[in-house]
Nanobody
Framework: VQLQASGGGLVQAGGSLRLSCAASESIFPNTMSWYRQAPGKQRELVVRITSGHSTNYAESVKGRFTISSISWDNAKNTAYLQMNSLKPEDTAVYYC???????????WGQGTLVTVSS
């Protein structure tokens, strides 16, 4: 497994969750991202962070979600997605994504389900 996502679950509206995405040694990520896919909808970008620490958030999550990462200097890196003030419309399967700085290959983790009840 080259990307391992975890942290999903069931939470009430207004609550918080933190997702984690751990990269294996072989990836050397340059960017790490979170996408989500709600039932019947296309997968969408939630947020991306680069090794230069720039971030790009979807409008729908700005001010509520925060991405952070550690260890860009190493082959391994872990990205965290802190999700606050969750809304029922945030319910989706969340996927982490990484792009290698050396090969440009793109990797996906397995999805983790986030369910927000009203």
């Amino acid at each position: 497994v080259q990307l391992q996502a975890s942290g999903g679950g069931l939470v009430q509206a207004g609550g918080s969750l933190r997702l984690s995405c751990a990269a294996s040694e072989s990836i050397f990520p340059n960017t790490m991202s979170w996408y989500r896919q709600a039932p019947g909808k296309q997968r969408e970008l939630v947020v991306r962070i680069t090794s230069g620490h720039s971030t790009n958030y979807a409008e729908s999550v700005k001010g509520r979600f925060t991405i952070s990462s550690i260890s860009w200097d190493n082959a391994k890196n872990t990205a965290y997605l802190q999700m606050n003030s969750l809304k029922p419309e945030d319910t989706a399967v969340y996927y982490c994504n990484a792009q290698s700085r050396y090969t440009a290959n793109i990797y996906w983790g397995q999805g983790t389900l986030v369910t927000v009840s009203s």
